[in-house]
């Protein structure tokens, strides 16, 4: 086995470790620091790292390695440009998108690259994160000097995006599951309460809970947390 055999062969045992621990995360927001924390390892070049995703299109940083990346991420926002703007939009087809060298013009986004190089940018990936459910947002990967990556760097950002995503999806997946169990057990520990205090069925002290919902535009679970807090409505 050469010198380049050896390398792939230590990246693909990395990249492996990597993902089984993305998938070990017990919770939505470790997921997301773990995997921008793990770009530093498996992507040469990279200094900063963050996950953008939009919110009724308004920009929100995610898991943010340093401010920088968050003053990138609303620069992008706001002037409605940017690599990692694009990736998370889906603007097309592309799944990657580069900028190798901030100190040049960039035709595709002219006026992202100056203030973008006055943050002390000088090159950066966008990856787009998605399963075949949903898109799920860019990771997005910095370096402070211009021509930091390389090919290599882009084929690792976007292994490294790929087990992100599955590992997100699968995260939040989780959250979901484990909400809906803490609702449901709230929602009976409230209904218990009104039918051990107002003599009701288990029907009736469901409908209570729900037309009150219903009438206060209040969130089930929020009103079977305020009957388990206080006793009553």
């Known amino acids: 086995m050469d010198g380049q055999d050896m390398n792939w062969h230590r990246f693909a045992q990395q990249m492996a470790s990597m993902a089984r621990d993305l998938l070990a ?19 040469a ?10 919110r009724g299109g308004e920009v929100e940083t995610l898991a943010p390695s340093e401010e920088m990346v968050v003053e990138c991420d609303q620069l992008q926002g706001q002037l ?43 090159s950066m990936m966008g990856f787009l994160l998605f ?23 882009e084929t ?35 209904m218990g309460i009104l039918m051990h205090r107002n003599k009701l069925t288990e029907e009736q002290a469901f409908d209570v809970l729900r037309h009150y919902s219903q009438q206060n535009n209040i969130k089930l679970r929020d009103v079977a947390r305020q009957v388990c807090e206080t006793g009553t409505l």
Not at 45 to 54: E, S, V
Not at 164 to 187: D, F, G, P, Y
């Open 25 to 43: 995360q017990p919770t939505v927001d470790a997921t997301l620091k773990r995997i921008t924390d793990a770009a530093y390892g498996v992507v």
């Open 45 to 54: 070049g990279c200094d900063a790292a963050g996950i953008l995703i939009l």
């Open 80 to 122: 409605g440009q940017g690599p990692c703007f694009d990736a998370a939009r889906r603007v097309d087809e592309e799944r990657v998108f580069r900028i190798a060298d901030l100190t040049q013009y960039q035709e595709r986004w002219p006026a992202f690259a100056p203030p973008a190089r006055a943050l002390g940018i000088g």
């Open 131 to 153: 399963t075949d459910a949903q898109n799920l947002g860019a990771l997005n990967l910095y370096s402070r000097r211009p021509g930091a990556f390389t090919d290599l760097s």
């Open 156 to 190: 690792a950002g976007v292994l490294l995006a790929s087990h992100a995503a599955v590992a997100l999806a699968s995260a939040r997946t989780n959250a979901q599951k484990e909400e809906a169990i803490a609702t449901r057990h709230q929602i009976g520990e409230a």
